[in-house]
């Protein structure tokens, strides 16, 4: 079986912005279009193979990206790799990979956030935090997910608490405008001193003049731990309460809240709560984050940047997944038959087998090829062949043409599954097979050589054929040539071929046919077939042969001047005096024959 593709995987930078594999389209605002291969893309995405294949949407809307996420994107899904990922674009690619649930590049972009998040210590910028706080809050907030602000968590905690509430003094410093998620955030970054929310909304409402109390501080003082913050900072105990009993317009749920708040105070800490609390504190670390993410994704992906340029190369033959057959959203290349008949494909797989295709694709921006040579079930074999890696689909019917095209097309793995097939039907021969089993091989090989001057086939057939009997080859090779006058050149080469060992064989096609013929006149056919046979060998085994072919010559009717050097050529071979054969040259010719 082929393997299935498997990504992270390299399908070539060089077809990136080819315009003949570009029949997926991302439509950005402003009428910015972005082309990419479809086939690509839906390897690396369930959801995109789902859109194209099974929906047959050619066009996809991402009005929501920045043209150079979508490029980075489209650029990593070709390459397996994530070099065009920054601090600019990095929030769009992962919302990208997330959305099209490209699972490695989700994975990437992990990496790529932690070897950053790395980097951080109590000496960072504002804006270094910011970074990674605002990127897990985005995610939060477009996709629900936690994945960025659980690994933000503990790192944080490792920070000073002088250097967090620093950060959350300015992140939050315009609370009433602050969303749920973004106070949930710093809640989160610092779980361990919650002190530090109290200040946030002490201060804020200092600020506010004490008026009322908004949505987003009602939330913090809900969500905030009280009981933890009091035990050990309870001089903020008086400076909330003070602020809180100085608000000028009370609501009935701040009414509820003050209740709830006192409450909490009121109950009592045991000693396991504090241990609770306590291991709460020390939660799992930043090295121990690392190891999660390692785990989460099966693979390292924290060592992207030492794996830069490793995504493996796809290598032929490979499954590029038989329901993309078909498909008319994937077919970008056409094929052109004869009587208008037209089979597409997809230019990516083919090119990705054919570096033929590759190049009239992808540099010479070819959608179409010629085919008319070949047959409608042969294309379609090949076509099935590209995407599966297999050649279930081949027969004595369309051997020819696929054989051919693999040819053609320099398909190099199905040239070799094409001579393996041609190999197995050989392997049936024998002595008792019938002339039209050998005629299959024997055909294949002619044509082989004819069409293309190949004789791949041909020295596969002749060892097989030297080891039947002379009999059945003499018989096979009487009815191929049975109208040597018709028979090419490239015909008689092969049955010289298999008859190598017994070139009477072909002497006595010879002579039949003059006999036939009445010995009106030798035919091109037959002058090379006199030139090219083996006198010499044929007349010492075979005396007899001698005296009915020059019987059957003397009686020509008609005879020009080309036949008459070629008759002087072939008494000269037959009366060219021998050395005397010692029993050494007897080893030699029996071993020559047996080669």
């Keep these: 079986m082929a393997p299935k593709i498997c990504v992270p995987a390299d399908f070539g930078r060089h077809h990136i912005g080819a315009p003949s594999h570009?029949?997926?389209?991302?439509?950005?605002?402003?009428?910015?279009?972005?082309?990419?291969?479809?086939?690509?893309?839906?390897?690396?995405?369930p959801v995109v193979d789902e859109l194209t294949t099974n929906l047959h949407q050619t066009s996809?809307?991402?009005?929501?990206?920045s043209r150079e996420a979508v490029d980075c994107f489209i650029e990593s899904t070709y390459t397996g790799e994530i070099e065009a990922v920054n601090l600019g674009n990095f929030r769009d690619v992962n919302k990208m990979s997330r959305v099209f649930q490209v699972s490695w590049l989700v994975a990437r972009c992990e990496g790529y956030f932690v070897s950053y998040l790395d980097k951080l210590d109590s000496e960072s910028s504002y804006t270094d935090m910011l970074f990674v706080v605002e990127e897990a809050v985005y995610l939060m907030s477009a996709m629900k997910k936690r994945d960025l602000l659980d690994l933000v968590t503990p790192k944080m905690n490792n920070i000073s608490v002088a250097c967090r509430s620093k950060f959350v003094q300015n992140y939050l410093s315009d609370l009433s405008n602050s969303s749920s998620i973004n106070i949930d955030a710093c809640l989160t970054i610092t779980d361990s001193h919650p002190f530090v929310m109290?200040?946030?909304?002490?201060?804020?409402?200092?600020?506010?003049?004490?008026?009322?109390?908004?949505?987003?501080?009602?939330?913090?003082?809900?969500?905030?731990?009280?009981?933890?913050?009091?035990?050990?900072?309870?001089?903020?105990?008086?400076?909330?309460?003070?602020?809180?009993?100085?608000?000028?317009?009370?609501?009935?749920?701040?009414f509820q809240l003050i209740l709830?708040?006192?409450?909490?105070?009121?109950?009592?800490?045991?000693p396991a709560h504090q241990q609770i609390s306590k291991e709460k504190q020390h939660s799992e670390s930043t090295?121990?984050?690392?190891?999660?993410?390692?785990?989460?994704?099966?693979w390292d992906v924290l060592d992207y940047k030492k794996r830069k340029g490793m995504a493996p190369k796809v290598c032929v033959p490979a499954d590029f997944g038989r329901h993309h057959i078909g498909a008319p959203s994937h077919g970008n290349l056409t094929f052109n038959l004869g009587e208008g008949v037209k089979i597409r494909a997809n230019s990516i797989i083919l090119s990705l087998n054919s570096p033929v295709i590759d190049e009239l694709t992808t540099n010479l921006h070819q959608t179409s090829l010629e085919a008319d040579d070949f047959s409608r079930e042969a294309v379609d074999c090949f076509i099935e062949s590209t995407y599966?890696?297999?050649?279930?689909?081949?027969?004595?019917?369309?051997?020819?043409?696929?054989?051919?095209?693999?040819?053609?097309?320099?398909?190099?793995?199905l040239v070799a599954r094409c001579e393996e097939y041609f190999v197995s039907y050989l392997d049936k021969l024998d002595s008792e097979s019938s002339y039209t089993d050998m005629l299959f091989v024997v055909e294949e090989a002619v044509y082989l050589m004819s069409a293309m001057k190949k004789r791949d086939l041909l020295d596969l057939v002749t060892p097989k054929m030297n080891n039947i009997s002379v009999a059945c080859r003499s018989k096979f090779v009487q009815n191929y040539l049975s109208d040597l006058s018709n028979s090419s050149s490239v015909k008689i080469d092969a049955c010289l071929t298999i008859t190598d060992s017994h070139p009477f064989v072909m002497l006595e096609v010879l002579i039949s046919h003059l006999e036939k013929q009445e010995n009106k006149a030798l035919d091109k056919s037959t002058r090379y077939l006199l030139k090219s046979v083996d006198f010499t060998t044929s007349f010492e085994n075979n005396l007899?042969?001698?005296?009915?072919?020059?019987?059957?010559?003397?009686?020509?009717?008609?005879?020009?001047?080309e036949d008459f050097q070629l008759i002087l050529s072939l008494t000269k071979q037959s009366t060219k005096p021998t050395k005397p054969t010692t029993p050494a040259h007897q080893q030699i010719s029996k071993e020559k024959k047996t080669q």
């Design 388 to 413: 599966t890696g297999e050649i279930e689909a081949v027969n004595l019917g369309n051997f020819r043409d696929v054989n051919k095209m693999s040819r053609v097309f320099q398909v190099s793995w």
């Design 60 to 65: 996809l809307e991402a009005d929501d990206f």
């Design 544 to 561: 007899d042969i001698h005296t009915r072919l020059f019987d059957v010559l003397e009686n020509i009717h008609c005879v020009e001047k």
């Design 198 to 254: 109290l200040e946030v909304v002490t201060s804020h409402l200092e600020k506010q003049e004490n008026k009322a109390l908004d949505k987003s501080t009602r939330y913090l003082l809900k969500n905030v731990d009280f009981t933890t913050c009091f035990e050990n900072n309870l001089d903020i105990h008086t400076r909330l309460f003070d602020v809180l009993e100085n608000i000028h317009c009370l609501e009935k749920e701040d």
């Design 287 to 298: 090295s121990e984050t690392v190891t999660a993410v390692k785990k989460k994704f099966g």
């Design 260 to 270: 709830s708040l006192t409450r909490q105070l009121s109950q009592p800490t045991t």
């Design 22 to 45: 570009g029949n997926l389209t991302f439509n950005l605002g402003e009428g910015v279009k972005i082309r990419a291969n479809s086939i690509i893309l839906s390897l690396n995405s």
